[in-house]
């Protein structure tokens, strides 16, 4: 059998070699030594023939080719027979320092292996280390994600746990906000049964001294507005918690009539008088006693306006409701052009009396002083706000009560002793109306200077005043919401 080392040893006796009958030769493909031999030589082993004893050494021409190289030495044939016996003895005396050099390389093949495999070992480790070390870098990646996720997570509750506390807060603030109104307008309301309280005692002391019936009185939508004084400091009065628009309308007809017929009058009948003429200073006396007296007349029942400038300008101010303002106009225009025709009538009675100018408002020629459009614009706008501003201001929360007719006759006094010689003093549209219409078309033509720019004062004060009294708007509204929740 052929050894596992780079030196194959074949034992070759009678069996293999002779023309003996019936026994195999060396040269047959199928034989297995044969195949054995050729097998060590393709691997790159030597082979060693060893000859058993006692067998016949075949010839050299006998041998397969596979070992003839074998039985070459230095290139020369040794040949058979004793030769070949001689040159077997030399291999088998040689054959210990040939199997110690097979087994040096069998050694050192194995110490390679042996290298070789502590080699693949080490690369093995190595790949179990790196992929260790791959996993645990994978791992500590999956845990920094986790532990991103969580940082994430936990982020994402305290946000919404700070929107719950911020939603808490705003709706703790709104409750807040919300039972502060209701105890305003529950002291809002407190303080409005006191007041009635103490005006029905009032009411009844004024009836046990014998001043005179005087009827249950509420007030109108906003107790604390000033559309709801009179120019007198006075409030309107009102049955059934609604003012009644028809005993309200009549007022301003009969103030606006006798502010228009004393003050119109005082300037037709009474200024030009010879040598007891009042001149401009009655006639601006005249004009304001005709608001002082009719404010305390029926400034309770209507607010005293007898203006449509005053009117549009309490509503500027938010002191007078928008759909009472066309009412109060229409009746302030027409007791305008009533109390006109009455002094028309009344004047037409002196023998000769020529209606003239007619105490009607005019610029440029039909001005008194021929004053330009420009400087009557100036004037009357001018005058209108000045009076709208006085009038707030003196019915307001704080000004004296009860003497506010006072001021508000006087600044209209001071107001037509600056602009008679300018515009013959309107102020007033109903009052320019009036006149205009028995004076002639010159002054009708006119007529809308002395609408136009009283009204546009009148608001821009209303405007002015609304921000000059915040607080007493922001008061309307409380007591506006008390009202609609009570």
Request: proline share 4%; with cysteine; glycine share 10%.
């Amino acid at each position: 059998m052929l050894a596992e080392t780079d030196i194959a040893i074949v034992v070759v006796g009678t069996r293999w070699f002779g023309g003996q009958r019936g026994r195999r030769r060396i040269d047959d493909p199928a034989d297995p030594v044969r195949i054995e031999v050729e097998t060590a030589l393709r691997s790159g082993m030597s082979v060693v023939p060893v000859l058993v004893e006692g067998a016949r050494m075949p010839r050299v021409d006998q041998l397969p080719d596979s070992l003839k190289d074998l039985i070459y030495r230095n290139g020369q044939e040794v040949g058979s027979g004793r030769d070949f016996d001689q040159h077997i003895e030399r291999l088998i005396r040689n054959i210990d320092p040939i199997l110690a050099q097979a087994e040096g390389r069998q050694a050192e093949a194995a110490r390679l292996a042996e290298e070789e495999r502590q080699q693949a070992e080490a690369a093995r480790r190595a790949e179990e280390e790196r992929q260790q070390a791959e996993a645990a870098r994978r791992a500590d990646e999956e845990r920094q994600h986790a532990e991103a996720a969580r940082r994430a997570e936990e982020e994402r509750q305290h946000a919404e746990a700070a929107r719950r506390a911020e939603e808490e807060r705003q709706q703790t603030e709104a409750a807040q906000r919300v039972e502060e109104e209701r105890q305003q307008v529950e002291a809002a309301l407190r303080v409005e049964d006191e007041r009635q309280q103490a005006e029905e005692a009032r009411r009844k002391s004024e009836e046990e001294d014998g001043v005179g019936e005087v009827r249950p009185e509420a007030f109108t939508e906003n107790e604390d507005s000033e559309a709801a004084r009179g120019p007198n400091g006075t409030r309107i009065r009102a049955e059934g918690g609604t003012m009644d628009m028809t005993r309200r309308a009549s007022a301003e007809f009969f103030g606006t009539f006798w502010l228009t017929f004393g003050g119109c009058g005082s300037a037709v009948l009474a200024a030009g008088f010879p040598n007891l003429g009042i001149g401009f200073l009655g006639v601006a006396l005249a004009f304001g006693l005709t608001v002082l007296t009719m404010a305390y007349a029926v400034g309770h029942v209507s607010g005293g306006h007898f203006n449509p400038a005053v009117t549009m300008g309490l509503w500027a101010g938010g002191r007078f409701k928008a759909q009472d303002v066309l009412p109060y106009i229409l009746a302030q225009v027409i007791g305008g052009i009533v109390a006109a025709l009455m002094l028309w009538l009344v004047a037409s009675g002196e023998p000769g009396w020529i209606a003239g100018r007619f105490a009607a408002n005019g610029y440029g020629d039909l001005s008194p002083g021929k004053y330009s459009l420009g400087s009557c614009l100036i004037a009357e706008l001018l005058a209108a706000f000045f009076f709208l501003f006085v009038i707030i201001g003196s019915t307001s929360k704080g000004a004296a009560v009860g003497i506010a007719g006072i001021p508000i006759g006087l600044c209209l006094t001071l107001i037509h002793l600056v602009t008679i010689p300018v515009t013959n003093t309107s102020v007033n549209p109903a009052r320019s109306t009036g006149p205009a219409l028995f004076a002639g078309s010159e002054y009708i033509g006119q007529l809308w200077l002395f609408w136009l720019a009283p009204i546009i004062g009148a608001v821009l004060a209303g405007l002015y005043t609304r921000w000059l009294y915040p607080s007493e708007t922001e008061a309307t509204m409380v007591m506006e919401e008390g009202r609609r929740a009570a």
